[in-house]
C-alpha cells in the first residue's frame, strides 16, 4: 500500500494521461526488467501431450542476465525496446535518448516509477534541455499503475519463463522476436477501448485528472491474459497490448 503524500494527485495525473492525453502527443510507459536470466535445461523441454503437461528438468546452466528497457505506447501497444547488461542512469539516458529519436519533433509524457535512476541528476540536465518530453512519476510503492508492468508480464509468461538459452545472445534475440512479431502480425487496440468497455459495466467512481475528465480507477479482479485474439469476460470483448486477449478471472466483479 502506497503511503505517497501525494498519492491522489499522482494517480489523476497518471490514469488522466492514460484516458485523456494531451493533444498532439505521445503518452509512452518506461520501465526495465532487470536481472533477465538466460537459463539453459540440462535436456530438451518436453512438449504437452494428451493427458500429460509440459515437462521441464528442474536443473539448469545459467549464462548471464540482460535487462530490458521497454517504452509502450499508451495509444497503440507499440513497444520500443532495448536490452542493456546494466540498469544505471547512463542506460537509461541512452535509453531516452533511442526513445526520442523513435518519436522526433513529438510532445512526450513518459510515466515511471520512483527508481532512483529515473531521478538522477543528470537525467534531469537532459530533460532541461529537451522540454518536449516530461517525466510523470507514479506514487511510491504503486509501479503497478505504470503500465508497460502489463507487457512485462506478458513477455515473461510467453516468451522467456519457459524458455531455453544458451547464451544471453539467444535469450536477447528471443525477447526482440516476441516483440517484433507482436508489432508486425497483432492487431491493435487502443487502451481507451479497454476502458469504454469497462465503463459500461460501471460508473466513473474518481472524478477529475487532466482536463477535469471523469476517470475510472483501476478496480476489480486482476486482468489475466488468454491466447485468444479476443475473448469475452465480464466486461465485454477487448483487447490490449499486440493484439493480446485480456479477460477478468472469474467473471463481472
Known amino acids: 500500500f502506497s503511503t505517497d503524500p501525494q498519492l491522489e494527485a499522482k494517480i489523476r495525473d497518471v490514469v488522466g494521461l492514460y484516458l485523456n492525453p494531451p ?3 505521445v ?3 518506461i520501465d526495465e526488467k532487470s536481472q533477465i536470466q538466460a537459463l539453459d535445461r540440462t535436456a530438451p523441454i518436453l512438449p504437452m501431450r494428451p493427458g500429460l503437461p509440459e515437462k521441464a528438468t528442474h536443473d539448469y546452466v545459467r549464462h ?5 528497457f521497454a517504452a509502450l505506447e499508451v495509444a497503440t501497444g507499440k513497444v520500443t525496446d532495448a536490452c542493456y547488461d546494466r540498469h544505471r542512469h547512463q542506460e537509461f539516458l541512452k535509453f531516452l535518448r533511442q526513445v526520442a529519436k523513435a518519436y522526433p519533433r513529438k510532445q512526450l509524457h513518459i510515466v515511471v516509477d520512483n527508481y532512483a535512476t529515473h531521478k538522477h541528476a543528470n537525467v534531469g540536465k537532459w530533460l532541461a534541455k529537451h522540454p518536449r518530453i516530461t517525466l510523470h512519476f507514479t506514487p511510491t510503492s504503486a509501479s503497478w499503475a505504470n503500465l508497460v508492468e ?11 519463463h519457459r524458455g531455453s538459452f544458451a547464451s544471453v545472445d539467444d535469450l536477447i534475440a528471443a ?8 508489432a508486425r502480425d497483432a492487431p491493435l487496440t487502443t487502451f481507451g477501448s479497454v476502458v469504454a468497455a469497462l465503463r459500461r459495466r460501471r460508473p466513473p467512481a474518481l472524478r477529475g485528472g487532466r482536463a477535469g475528465q471523469r476517470v ?3 478496480v476489480g479482479r486482476p486482468l489475466v491474459r488468454t491466447g ?4 469475452r469476460g465480464g466486461h465485454g470483448e477487448v483487447q490490449l497490448i499486440g ?3 485480456l479477460r477478468r478471472r472469474g467473471g463481472a466483479p
Do not use: K
Not at 485468444?228 to 475473448?231: D, K, L, M, T
Open 228 to 231: 485468444q485474439a479476443g475473448v
Open 216 to 218: 475510472v480507477p483501476a
Open 23 to 25: 493533444e498532439a502527443a
Open 243 to 245: 493484439g493480446i486477449g
Open 64 to 68: 548471464g542476465t540482460t535487462t530490458l
Open 27 to 29: 503518452v509512452l510507459s
Open 175 to 182: 525477447i526482440r522476436a516476441y516483440i517484433a512479431a507482436g
Open 150 to 160: 502489463t507487457f512485462f508480464a506478458i513477455i515473461t509468461r510467453q516468451a522467456i
